[in-house]
């Protein structure tokens, strides 16, 4: 099963202090150590997760690192590039102003890549791990996507 992730979930993993990191820990170890699937990190989470508040914390760098280079390894792991959707999830943040009140969805320029890369077939996921459900949940059922939160832990 190809499980991407959303940076909430990859921050928890990696900050003790998070709300949600014995959630996100047993998550990680049911599906990626216990199981054989494969990890799915789309370019930009990597980038909101190995923030500079991140990298100041070398044990969570460690950690990462750790992960990382074992799934690569034993080839589970798989780097999604953004590039075809850059522009295209930009426009989207633009024409989201000319909605007018509670039709208006604030959604990261991130969150809107991520929910391209969902909608993509060629990607083949079968699973999204995240704490904000409200910002996939539409595109995972549209595309029979599992969506895993903070409930499945």
Partial sequence: MNVCVDACFMLALYDKKDGHHEVAT?????????ASHQLVVPWPILYETVSTR???RRESMEFLERDLTRLRRQNRLLMLFDRKMREQALGECFDELRRRGSSYRALSLVDRVMRLMLL???HRLHALITFNRDDFEDVCVSRKIRLIDSSDG
């Fill in 26 to 34: 047993e998550l990680f170890q049911q599906l990626f150590d216990s």
């Fill in 120 to 122: 993509n077939p060629k």
């Fill in 54 to 56: 991140m990298t100041r």
